[in-house]
C-alpha cells in the first residue's frame, strides 16, 4: 500500500535549513544593499567617495549579516531535532496505523481493498490516518479514517454567491483539468494541473537550491567549530558588559572593596597584638591554618587581667578584635570564641575573593 513518506535522512533537514540560512542572508543582503544605492546622493553622503562610500556601505551590510549567521547556528541544532522529532512522530503514526476491516462497498456491498493510506495532520486537532478503498468489482471508492469514521467530501462553495458549486476533472495525458461552476449564479473556473510542467519546476528548484548550497554554504552557514567560537566570544563580551553594568550599578559598594585591607597572616598577628596587649590579653598563639574555601586561622589568647570574670573577658576582646579588623578581610568567627579559667580560644576567618568580600561589605 502506498503511502507518503516524512522522515528523511538528517542530511536533509541539515540541506533544508542552511539553504533558509542562506536564502535570508541574501534577501537581508540586497536589501541593505540596495536601500543604501538609493541614498548614495543624498546630501549627508556626498562628502564620500565611491570606493569610502561602498566600504562604508559593506561595513554595516557585513555586521548585519553576521549577527544572521550567528543567530542561525545558535538554533541550527534545536530546529533540526525539532524537525526530525516531528516527522518521525508523523511517520510512527502513518506506518502503524490500522487498517479498518470489512469495509464494504456502497454499491454493490463488495468487499473493498485499501490502496493508499493519507496522514491528516490539521493545526489543534489529533493526527489520524484516512485510508482510501477501491471496489475490485464496480471501481467505486471510499474513505475511512483508521478510528472507523466515514471520510465525507464536502462540495466547493461559488467564490461569488457562496452557495454549493460542483466541482469536475478530467484528464488529458499528464494534464488533469478541474471545472468548477455554480448553477445558482453561472460562475466558472477552470484549473489546469500540469504533471510535466511541475515536474519540471520541481526540477528547476532543486538545481537551484543545489547551486545556492554550493555557493554560499561556506559563507553563511558557521562550521561548528567556527559557530561555537562566535558564541563563546558573545557569551564573553555579555559577561563582560554585565559585569561593567553591575560595578557602574553597585560602585560604592566596589570601591569599598577596593580600599579593604587584604592582610597577611604575619600583618593579622601584628595589628592583633598591637590591639589587645595594652587591654591585658597577652601570648596570642595562632595555630596551623585550615585551607578550604576560605583560609580559617584558630587561635589561643590568654587574658591577664584577673579580675575580669568569663563574660567580661569574652565580651572585651570580642570588640577589640572586631573594631581592630573591620576595615580589613578577616573576621573574628564570634561563635568560635570560648573561655576557661583565662585562656581565650577562636578561630579567625580570611575573605580573598572579590565576590568573598563583596559579600563581606555588603553584611556590614
Given amino acids: 500500500m502506498a503511502h507518503y513518506r516524512y522522515l528523511r535522512d538528517e542530511s536533509y533537514y541539515n540541506d533544508l535549513?542552511?539553504?533558509?540560512?542562506?536564502?535570508?542572508?541574501?534577501?537581508?543582503?540586497w536589501s541593505l544593499k540596495s536601500g543604501f544605492e538609493k541614498h548614495r546622493g543624498d546630501k549627508s553622503f556626498k562628502?564620500?567617495?565611491?570606493?569610502?562610500?561602498d566600504t562604508e556601505v559593506h561595513k554595516v551590510v557585513s555586521y548585519t549579516i553576521n549577527a544572521i549567521k550567528i543567530d542561525r547556528f545558535r538554533h541550527k541544532k534545536d530546529t533540526i531535532l525539532k524537525w526530525m522529532d516531528d516527522d518521525r512522530q508523523r511517520q510512527d503514526r502513518l506506518d502503524n496505523a490500522v487498517e479498518p476491516k470489512d469495509i464494504l462497498c456502497h454499491q454493490c456491498n463488495s468487499p473493498m481493498l485499501a490502496t493508499t493510506k493519507d496522514l491528516i495532520d490539521h493545526l489543534n486537532k489529533p493526527m489520524r490516518v484516512l485510508f482510501f478503498f477501491e471496489c475490485p468489482n464496480c471501481k467505486k471508492r471510499?474513505?475511512?479514517?483508521?478510528d472507523g469514521s466515514e471520510f465525507v467530501s464536502k462540495p466547493p462553495l461559488c467564490p461569488k454567491c457562496k452557495h454549493e458549486a460542483r466541482l469536475t476533472y478530467k484528464r488529458k495525458g499528464e494534464v488533469t483539468i478541474w471545472t468548477t461552476?455554480?448553477?445558482?449564479?453561472?460562475?466558472?473556473?477552470v484549473d489546469k494541473d500540469d504533471f510535466n510542467k511541475w515536474e519540471v519546476d520541481r526540477k528547476k528548484k532543486e538545481e537551484r537550491d543545489r547551486l545556492l548550497l554550493k555557493e554560499y554554504r561556506a559563507e553563511f552557514c558557521l562550521s561548528d567549530e567556527d559557530g561555537q567560537d562566535c558564541l563563546w566570544r558573545i557569551d564573553q563580551m555579555k559577561r563582560l558588559v554585565d559585569e561593567m553594568e553591575e560595578r557602574e550599578k553597585h560602585k560604592k559598594e566596589y570601591d569599598a572593596v577596593a580600599n579593604i585591607k587584604k592582610l597577611t597572616v604575619v600583618e593579622l598577628e601584628k595589628l592583633i597584638n598591637d590591639t589587645i596587649n595594652s587591654q591585658g590579653y597577652i601570648r596570642l598563639e595562632l595555630s596551623k591554618p585550615e585551607f578550604g574555601k576560605q583560609l580559617i586561622v584558630g587561635f589561643t589568647v590568654q587574658d591577664s587581667n584577673t579580675s575580669r570574670q568569663e563574660y567580661d573577658s569574652r565580651n572585651g576582646f570580642r570588640k577589640l578584635v572586631q573594631g581592630a579588623l573591620s576595615g580589613t578581610n578577616w573576621r573574628l568567627?564570634?561563635?568560635?570564641?570560648s573561655y576557661r579559667l583565662g585562656y581565650l580560644q577562636g578561630s579567625l576567618r580570611a575573605y580573598e575573593t572579590e565576590e568573598d568580600i563583596l559579600t563581606l561589605v555588603r553584611k556590614k
Fill in 333 to 337: 568567627m564570634v561563635t568560635s570564641l
Fill in 17 to 29: 535549513y542552511d539553504l533558509h540560512t542562506i536564502e535570508t542572508c541574501l534577501d537581508y543582503y
Fill in 181 to 189: 461552476s455554480c448553477s445558482s449564479c453561472g460562475y466558472k473556473e
Fill in 142 to 146: 471510499r474513505g475511512v479514517y483508521d
Fill in 47 to 53: 562628502k564620500y567617495s565611491k570606493k569610502k562610500f
